[in-house]
């Protein structure tokens, strides 16, 4: 059997080479003759010759975009979404092999067969919001990915980001009351009051981005309305959906905090740099510039680092009665000393305590309204402010103290041993939760003025798509073009302190990207803490470097960077198996193809 696979996605090139792949693969296991082309807005890889189309026996088009199939006039040819060769290859070859017709050009341009839409009648309305803690990757990849298999379903999709920058592509009133149902595909709080009695149906990003159809079908299947309150921690009606919930629930407060902390963090820790411009000590001759800069940065910001974590965090327990608590209980733990990890135990306590306010204490109707400005801001700030100053505090406190010492006086041993955890913990899942609990505990060092493992951090977490980068470029051809391009792309995300940028060629082949780019990562931290490297920033990859004092030794940073990529990225390079190994192996001496297990 000779056979034609021809995949297009409407964005780009990732998810068009990732099927095409998927279904080469399992043609050769049965022994077939393939050619493939990819196509996508900006254009795919070799066009089919006129050659090998009169030859193929029978030609499949997976496809979320238009095509034009005029060039395969009286072939067999099978049509479906892109989507539909992605989870089972071997399924779609099969419904193929069956249902493949004759195909006759009537001259228009053909588009994909859109999936099944589960027997609903008319096209279904769906709204969404993406959403992740720092805002860059994570929250316009799984847009990107909700929008293009939406699109494939037969949906009408919109997708509000709501990243950095602020809330993007926003949903109108009219869209969000015609939608079918509420997609929050979100790692962090977000306000939900203009989707109340609508059906919401809650997730994260990660989920979004890598299994964007399966969510679709379970939003439209198992969305529910919430009750009052629901936002705030709560899930639909759906048993699965509150079990997922319940599961990410503190991390997921946790990581609305370090959301909202994190520009307090990065534009004190730059303001504090640019005073050092003037002389590691002039901010202490008051009325120069480089005092209003230490002002500025340590003084306002690095003070309001912890009450806004706090506040953050009880925000998204108990929405917007648990700012006042959690933020008054951040302040008090700042001034006790006991610092960010008395601003997570803060957070939390004024989160819980509030919403347990909201929910059990029953007033008049005519008092009902002073409820959330007045009872429950005072009771609960009084709960978290008397057991701070009373139990919590002095503990923590002492805890931090002993924890800053310790990171303060360490050996370059134990520097280098905590550098390779970090690093190591920065590149196990790209952006995951691991990745984020190894930055937000450098984060939050930040507020004892600790300031080098913030460094290997950051380091760590650009090793992986720059090592991407480097191998797409020493090793072009064991890349097919899609990859070389979005080898460019992860190459400038990682620049830029994206580890997600990364991604894409984990996805395809993770036993080989993560062991190595975990070794790299431990490598580049290591480097970092053995350097003895400082940074007042916590995000902005190299480009803090523009900014003089940001990072005490840049030179020595680059080397630490520079050293995890290369051996990351040149490793790979050696071991990455070549495009045309696949066929290879299905080849036997004399030419004829045969089954290999290997695929």
Not at 305 to 315: D, E, K, N
Not at 509 to 535: H, Q
Not at 550 to 576: E, P
Request: with cysteine.
């Amino acid at each position: 059997m000779k056979a034609i696979i021809l995949t297009a996605c409407p964005s780009g090139m990732a998810t068009s080479y990732l099927a095409a792949r998927r279904l080469e693969r399992a043609a050769l296991r049965r022994g077939w003759e393939v050619e493939v082309e990819l196509q996508g807005e900006l254009g795919g890889g070799l066009r089919l010759s006129a050659d090998a189309i009169a030859a193929a026996d029978l030609v499949l088009v997976a496809a979320s975009r238009a095509v034009d199939l005029s060039r395969f006039e009286g072939k067999r040819l099978y049509r479906d979404a892109l989507e539909a060769a992605l989870p089972n290859p071997d399924r779609f070859l099969d419904r193929a092999e069956f249902a493949a017709e004759t195909w006759h050009d009537d001259g228009e341009r053909e588009t994909a067969a859109p999936a099944e839409s589960g027997g609903s009648s008319g096209v279904r309305s769906v709204v969404a919001v993406t959403a992740c803690p720092t805002g860059v990757a994570h929250t316009f990849m799984a847009a990107e990915a909700l929008a293009e298999a939406g699109r494939a379903m037969g949906l009408s999709i919109k997708v509000e980001t709501q990243g950095s920058v602020g809330a993007q592509n926003k949903l109108e009133a009219d869209e969000i009351e015609a939608a079918d149902v509420v997609l929050l595909a979100c790692d962090i709080d977000v306000d939900t009051a203009r989707f109340a009695g609508k059906r919401i149906y809650r997730t994260s990003t990660g989920a979004a981005l890598k299994k964007s159809r399966q969510t679709l079908e379970a939003a439209l299947a198992e969305g529910a309305v919430e009750s009052a309150g629901a936002s705030t921690g709560g899930g639909s009606s759906s048993a699965g959906q509150k079990k997922g919930i319940k599961e990410r629930g503190v991390y997921k407060h946790l990581l609305t905090g370090v959301s909202f902390m994190l520009p307090m963090v990065v534009a004190g820790g730059l303001c504090i740099a640019l005073s050092f411009v003037f002389g590691i000590t002039a901010f202490e001759q008051e009325g120069t510039l480089a005092a209003a800069l230490m002002q500025i940065g340590g003084e306002t910001a690095f003070a309001l680092m912890v009450p806004v974590l706090a506040g953050y965090i009880a925000y998204s327990i108990a929405d917007r009665p648990g700012i006042a608590p959690g933020m008054i209980g951040g302040m008090l733990a700042s001034s006790l000393g006991a610092g960010f990890i008395g601003g997570i135990v803060a957070g939390f306590l004024a989160g819980y305590c509030a919403l347990a306010l909201v929910r059990w204490v029953k007033l008049p109707a005519s008092l009902e309204a002073l409820k959330p400005i007045l009872i429950v801001p005072l009771l609960a700030s009084l709960v978290t402010g008397l057991a701070m100053i009373y139990v919590i505090g002095t503990p923590v406190a002492a805890l931090l103290d002993a924890l800053t010492a310790f990171l303060n006086s360490m050996g370059s041993t134990n520097a280098v041993l905590l550098g390779l955890l970090l690093g190591a913990m920065m590149c196990v899942d790209l952006g995951g939760p691991v990745n984020k609990a190894s930055y937000t505990f450098g984060v939050g060092l930040l507020s004892t003025q600790t300031y080098a493992p913030m460094a290997a951090i950051m380091a760590a977490g650009m090793v992986p798509p720059i090592a991407m980068g480097i191998a797409t470029l020493i090793a072009k051809t064991k890349f097919a073009a899609a990859e070389r391009e979005a080898g460019k792309a992860s190459l400038v995300l990682g620049l830029c302190f994206v580890s997600e940028g990364a991604i894409p060629f984990a996805a395809k082949d993770p036993l080989r990207v993560l062991p190595l780019s975990i070794i790299g990562g431990a490598i580049t931290g290591g480097l970092s803490m053995l350097f003895g490297i400082t940074l007042m920033a916590p995000h902005g990859g190299l480009f803090v470097l523009l900014i003089p004092g940001a990072v005490n030794h840049a030179l020595l940073y680059l080397m630490a960077i520079l050293a995890g990529s290369l051996f990351t990225g040149v490793l790979y390079a050696l071991i990455k198996r070549r495009p045309d190994a696949v066929e290879a192996a299905a080849t036997g001496p004399t030419g004829a193809v045969v089954p290999s297990a290997s695929h």
